[in-house]
């Protein structure tokens, strides 16, 4: 059995309130036990305060958990080494404005110990990868918020990751960019590159997820492959071809004799951003 790039073994993070006035201990992550599969684009979800951001940083190094251990590729994640492997984007980069985009990729290359006809053709590639190959001399004070998010997911990957962690890659982005960095996690997914995605944009998680985690008031309450837990396990579809409508009251026996035949069977599917609703307003009304 291959290591997986993300293991999560039973993690808590408590934070002290800042305030005087309240009492007690904020339990953001409670008991959380979670793994990422190599190769595999992974989408952590959950509504605001339900501790996924707060693991993100606890598997990147920089908050500290209160108990439990995480590991990257069979590495502890505390241990500086282990972050070699990977690519982060934040929610909100921020970027030297008076830097072009390829002076900024080449930035991180440096920064990355990269130099030389290494780094040059390192950034070529990056810049073609992403798309901005015609704004690379650009400032990036200049860009829109989707070439901002490309030229992020370029910085990510200068290093050349195993494992490509993305908050909100799509936050404020219009629905082209969007499609477009949809795509780019895609050909990450084909170059064997795994990705840890947290998004409020549900139907594009619904689009490039192979697995979901759902959290809520710091518990993963659901975990799974995608089409298994959005299936609808009381129904069953069929799908047809060559079939009349008398056909359909004895639909097996009748449609092999008849010249027809089933196309497809599965089960029907809800939409993703329908079953995290749903999810969520269970555990609201648990408690």
Do not use: W
């Not at 995608?226 to 069929?238: G, K, R, V």
């Amino acid at each position: 059995m291959s290591t997986p790039a993300i293991s999560i073994q039973n993690l808590t993070k408590e934070f002290t309130p800042p305030s005087m006035f309240q009492r007690g201990k904020i339990t953001a992550v409670r008991d959380l036990n979670l793994n990422v599969e190599a190769g595999h684009v992974y989408g952590l979800l959950g509504p605001n305060g339900s501790g996924k951001s707060t693991t993100m940083k606890i598997v990147l190094g920089l908050v500290t958990p209160t108990s439990g251990r995480t590991f990257i590729f069979g590495r502890d994640s505390r241990d500086v080494e282990s972050r070699e492997a990977v690519g982060f984007l934040p929610e909100n980069p921020y970027f030297y404005k008076f830097l072009t985009g390829k002076e900024t990729v080449e930035f991180y290359g440096k920064l990355c110990g990269l130099g030389g006809k290494m780094l040059e053709d390192r950034t070529k590639e990056l810049l073609a990868l992403v798309g901005l190959e015609d704004a690379k001399d650009r400032r990036v004070g200049g860009y829109s918020k989707g070439m901002l998010q490309r030229i992020g997911l370029a910085q990510a990957l200068v290093q050349e990751p195993r494992l490509l962690v993305l908050d909100e890659p799509t936050a404020g982005v219009d629905p082209t960019g969007s499609h477009q960095i949809r795509d780019l996690i895609l050909k990450f997914k084909e170059r064997g590159i795994t990705v840890l995605l947290c998004s409020h944009l549900l139907s594009q998680v619904q689009e490039i997820c192979d697995r979901i985690g759902i959290m809520h008031r710091g518990s993963l309450v659901r975990e799974g492959q995608l089409d298994q837990l959005i299936s609808i396990e009381n129904q069953t579809e069929l799908v047809m071809e060559n079939v009349t409508p008398e056909l359909m009251a004895d639909i097996r026996s009748r449609i092999a004799a008849a010249g027809g035949r089933v196309v497809g069977e599965g089960k029907p599917q809800q939409n993703l951003e329908r079953y995290f609703l749903d999810v969520t307003r269970d555990e609201n009304s648990k408690s």
